[in-house]
């Protein structure tokens, strides 16, 4: 497709985050600055303080009292986003579920980063994967571009009325955020039109129709929380028609995943975030060599999209699944690998699955390592037999 | 604005009947009276912490809230309405609301002193035109009576029981209206439901001040507190007599004591009819009902001075 986009700059994904926010212009932001998502704060201060938006920019005192400005002003009828990670989203937790749990769309940009402790400020999964069963949408990004156009199609997903849940906007912290990346921008107006206004359809300042937002509730709970369990469902085809819609205005596709030679591949590899650039490239020398390797790079982590991932499965051998964090269940692996592990459960024919923890507390994956870990599946696919189902990729043992 | 009653009945409650707080709870007598002091003609966001007041006013699928209103949780409800009233300038700024609204915050003293004071404490820097009332009944009464930031030296509580080892709670409370003035925000009181015309009056500063303010408002509860249900205006009282409670507001930073008790009656007038302060009666906790009169004295010298008014 031709190229659509008025403007391609060299930019950092912080600050290409920062700009699809300016382009959004959401009526309230409240947030808390933390490495490696300060930028995204700075540069968004700078643009409001430079009149280029109508937000309300409220510099509030932890990333708790964030997330709740953001509930008091998404309950208000604004659209509102915040953008936060590691610590500071731990600190978010209770608040993430009363987001949700009162169905208030907002975008919050999570720039990856690792746990304490001990502390680290580097890239790992582990923050957002905490918060997985909070019922926030969560997308990965797997450079900046990915972040600046999962932004702005994060606002249409979040206030679609089938759906009306937040969303994350998940962004590798330093490979992505840090790192200068060709990214090419849509053009003010087109973005303006894209978003469009937020209709909300229950607001606190609304005269003729004052509501009781977050009642105290026996006897309803459960319905509740059925309701936002088929929320989360209707958001798998949302996703997609707003993807449809995104590609008109950038030329540029997304759907749940994103796939590389799958229709021939007699193994695959299912990675999320910057690290699926080195895999890719991986997959691409294998298959030049004739070799018939597989990829998918899984976009949309909350929906999980078991049927879909299924069938693009259905004619691999084996599957590696690379996890950028672990769930300490005592040796069971990622949470990318257990749940798609689980969701094979039922297909008569199973894929040979192993996993590969990688990449913790930024440790970096090499074009080495994943060279490495390719010539170990090519292994476990060719004898159908995996030695080792869990395996910590580039860890010193 | 007046304050007469034969004005005041006209207003339309905002908190109504069939709510399933106690009855002789002192919280909704507190809520009642700060919004007879709301003008009239703009429109309310109401926002509570968890406890009491939130837990029976909002049991889904009922409100008695005559207005919008907002629960998040328990240590936010500030951060919270922080949002809502950003939200409030902002959509107002750029046309897309016409109505006049104003933001006020009810908090438990467990929402207020202790686990929401870091909330409230930005929100009030931050500068955000709120109203926030602290109903204070002095400890966790939706959880079960617990000891907070607010509970008096010698209390009974639950977690603050008297035994062999102890004569209830030790440490005495927090001045958390001290600690609210020296945010320097424009209107700061400290209120008793005994007190209605008071409490009114100051509400109606608070709603009219520029900026946040803040009021401190007695409100006894029987079940905390171990006394007749019937009895709760006067405790409140009592609390005002004795000095336990002194009234005053800092209006723009300057301080004004709005209630002098003709004669300071002894605190243990106050103490004595409530079972949580009983077990200090006996001989061997003297000392202790002597720590506290002292603690009130020195404290209300303290106001006094404040105030202007000590020799
Ligand atoms: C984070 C968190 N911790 C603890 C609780 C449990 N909790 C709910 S209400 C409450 C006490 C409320 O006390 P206060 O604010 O004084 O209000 P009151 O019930 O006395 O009116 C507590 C401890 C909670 N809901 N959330
Ligand atoms: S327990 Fe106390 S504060 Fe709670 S409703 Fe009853 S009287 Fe009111
Ligand atoms: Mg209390």
Redesign the interface.
Same mark, same amino acid.
């Given at each position: 497709m031709a190229v659509i986009n008025s403007k391609t700059v060299a930019i950092v994904g912080n600050e290409a985050v920062a700009e699809a926010m300016r382009q959004i212009n959401p009526d309230v932001v409240a947030a808390y600055p933390i490495t490696p998502q300060t930028d995204i704060v700075q540069a968004f201060s700078a643009i409001a303080a430079d009149g280029l938006v109508d937000t309300e920019l409220v510099n509030v005192e932890s990333e708790h009292s964030a997330m709740s400005a953001c509930i008091g002003a998404a309950s208000s009828g604004a659209r509102v986003m915040t953008a936060t990670c590691s610590q500071g989203l731990g600190l978010m937790w209770e608040l993430l579920y009363i987001a949700s749990g009162l169905r208030l769309p907002m975008v919050m940009p999570n720039v990856n980063r690792s746990l304490s402790a001990p502390i680290n400020i580097h890239c790992d999964h582990s923050d957002s994967m905490g918060a997985r069963d909070s019922g926030w949408i969560q997308l990965f990004s797997e450079n900046a571009q990915e972040a600046y156009d999962n932004i702005i199609q994060a606002v249409r997903i979040s206030e679609h009325p089938d759906v009306y849940l937040p969303v994350m906007v998940l962004m590798d912290g330093f490979i992505i955020s840090h790192a200068v990346d060709r990214v090419d921008l849509i053009d003010d107006e087109k973005v303006k039109n894209f978003v469009g206004e937020r209709n909300a359809p229950f607001t606190m300042l609304d005269p003729n129709n004052p509501v009781c937002v977050g009642p105290f509730v026996h006897s309803y709970y459960f319905e509740f929380k059925r309701q936002q369990e088929e929320a989360m469902a209707n958001a798998l085809p949302v996703i997609k028609n707003v993807s449809d819609e995104f590609e008109k205005i950038s030329g540029r596709t997304y759907g749940l995943f994103e796939t590389l030679g799958m229709e021939d591949a007699e193994f695959a590899v299912i990675a999320q975030g910057s690290g699926a650039g080195t895999i890719r490239h991986q997959v691409e020398c294998l298959r030049s060599n004739g070799i018939r390797a597989g990829m998918i790079k899984l976009r949309s982590f909350r929906p999980f999209p078991a049927e879909e991932l299924i069938k693009a499965l259905s004619g691999v051998k084996t599957v590696a699944v690379f996890d950028r964090s672990t769930t300490f269940a005592g040796g069971m692996g990622g949470p990318v690998f257990n749940e798609l592990r689980s969701s094979f459960y039922e297909q008569e024919a199973k894929p040979l699955m192993v996993n590969y923890v990688y990449g913790l507390g930024g440790r970096d994956l090499s074009v080495e390592l994943v060279k490495k870990a390719m010539e170990e599946i090519l292994e476990m696919n060719s004898s159908g037999k995996a030695e080792q189902k869990i395996n910590y990729l580039g860890l010193r043992e | 604005m007046s304050t007469k009653l034969k004005d005041l009945v006209k207003k339309e409650d905002v908190l109504t009947s069939g709510h399933r707080l106690c009855a002789g709870c002192g919280a909704p007598v507190a809520v009642r009276q700060i919004l007879m002091g709301a003008p009239d003609d703009v *429109?309310l966001?109401v926002?509570n912490p968890t406890g009491c007041l *939130?837990?029976s006013t909002?049991?889904?699928?009922y $409100?008695s809230? %005559?207005?919008?209103?907002?629960?998040?949780?328990f240590? %936010?409800v !500030? $951060?919270? /309405? $922080?949002?809502? *009233? !950003? !939200?409030? @300038?902002? /959509?107002k &700024? +750029?046309g &897309?609301?016409k109505?006049d609204?104003r933001f006020v915050a009810f908090g438990g003293d467990g929402g207020t002193y202790d686990i929401g004071l +870091?909330?409230l $404490?930005?929100?009030l *820097? @931050?500068g955000h035109r709120m109203v926030y009332v602290c109903y204070n009944n002095e400890a966790y009464m939706n959880t079960g009576i617990q000891r907070s930031g607010a509970t008096m030296k010698g209390a009974w509580t639950s977690t603050s029981p008297h035994g062999k080892d102890s004569y209830g709670k030790t440490e005495n409370r927090k001045d958390l209206t001290g600690i609210v003035a020296a945010h320097n925000i424009p209107y700061v009181a400290q209120a008793s439901i005994s007190n209605w015309r008071d409490v009114v009056k100051k509400a109606q500063k608070a709603f009219a001040a520029d900026g946040p303010s803040f009021i401190n408002i007695l409100a006894p509860c029987h079940r905390g507190w171990r006394y007749p249900m019937e009895e709760t205006i006067e405790l409140a009282r009592l609390a005002v007599q004795t000095c336990v409670w002194p009234l005053y507001e800092i209006e723009n930073g300057k301080w004004n004591l709005t209630t002098k008790p003709k004669e300071k009656k002894p605190v243990e007038e106050y103490l004595k009819p409530q079972g949580r302060f009983a077990h200090l009666f006996k001989d061997e906790n003297r000392e202790v009902l002597k720590s506290i009169q002292e603690y009130v004295d020195k404290d209300w010298e303290r106001i006094k001075r404040l105030c202007g008014e000590a020799e």
């Open positions: - | *429109e966001v926002a *939130e837990v909002t049991i889904y699928p $409100s809230w %005559n207005a919008s209103y907002i629960h998040c949780a240590e %936010n !500030a $951060s919270t /309405l $922080s949002g809502s *009233e !950003a !939200a409030y @300038r902002s /959509l &700024k +750029q &897309k609301i109505d609204y +870091q909330a $404490s930005g929100a *820097e @931050r």
